[in-house]
């Protein structure tokens, strides 16, 4: 079952602006990561936040938490064509034991 | 390169047909995984086995059968599939704590199966 919904499902921006996509989840969690998957090739590992920390950074990328409200923000500063792809959360499940379940992702298209 | 290697890259089979596809993983990781991904829907887990045991088998139809014999190497058997069962089927690695549960290390995956049934 899905566990995270990002939000928006697409984000067009042109290269150099900040690109900020948002996750909620409906479950407490012990930690939530971030993907990235370009077309056609696998998801690759971008970070990883616990639930007892509110902000997280790594390069260009800006992660933060708040689990009062499940929710998650990634943000890509000073975006490039190379950054377009598709970017997941994931959470744990606590159905039925601990397990990463992603959600449907938001497509992220830089122009250049 | 990732660190796990999946083939074939791609796959067209009839709904006849039994195929298998092939995952390694060249990490040490002790957990391993099958994701289907088809369009417009999120990741859905197939399996999961902890030190060549399964330890998850997400509902999946009898018709894709797992396979593990040591924790480098898992399989996906395919045996009388049907249209809706093309898809991008992605295996994962992760290097999971001894002794727990839970299996929410970072996921190391492949490039995928892309598979088309016809």
């Known amino acids: 079952s899905q566990q995270g919904e990002e939000d928006p499902q697409a984000l067009s921006i042109q290269e150099g602006e900040n690109a900020t996509m948002n996750c909620s989840y409906k479950t407490s969690i012990n930690n939530l990561q971030w993907y990235r998957q370009n077309s056609g090739r696998g998801l690759v590992h971008l970070i990883l936040i616990r639930s007892n920390e509110r902000e997280k950074h790594s390069g260009r990328l800006r992660v933060t938490l708040d689990t009062s409200k499940k929710s998650s923000s990634l943000l890509i500063t000073a975006s490039r064509a190379a950054d377009t792809a598709s970017y997941f959360c994931?959470?744990?499940?606590?159905?039925?034991?601990?397990?990463?379940?992603f959600g449907a992702g938001t497509r992220l298209f830089v122009k250049a | 390169e990732t660190g796990v290697t999946q083939t074939p890259r791609h796959l067209v089979m009839g709904m006849t047909n039994k195929k298998s596809l092939k995952c390694e993983q060249h990490l040490g990781h002790n957990a391993m995984y099958w994701y289907k991904q088809s369009a417009k829907k999120p990741l859905e887990l197939m399996f999961v086995y902890s030190l060549e045991e399964r330890v998850e088998n997400n509902s999946v139809p009898s018709r894709f059968s797992p396979e593990c014999p040591n924790s480098s190497h898992l399989f996906l058997h395919l045996h009388t599939l049907q249209p809706e069962d093309s898809a991008l089927y992605l295996c994962?690695?992760?290097?999971?704590?001894?002794?727990?549960?839970?299996?929410?290390?970072?996921?190391?995956f492949g490039n995928g199966t892309r598979l088309t049934v016809t």
């Open positions: 994931a959470t744990d499940s606590r159905t039925g034991g601990f397990k990463t379940i």
């Open positions: 994962a690695s992760s290097q999971e704590p001894l002794g727990l549960s839970t299996y929410n290390s970072p996921l190391h």
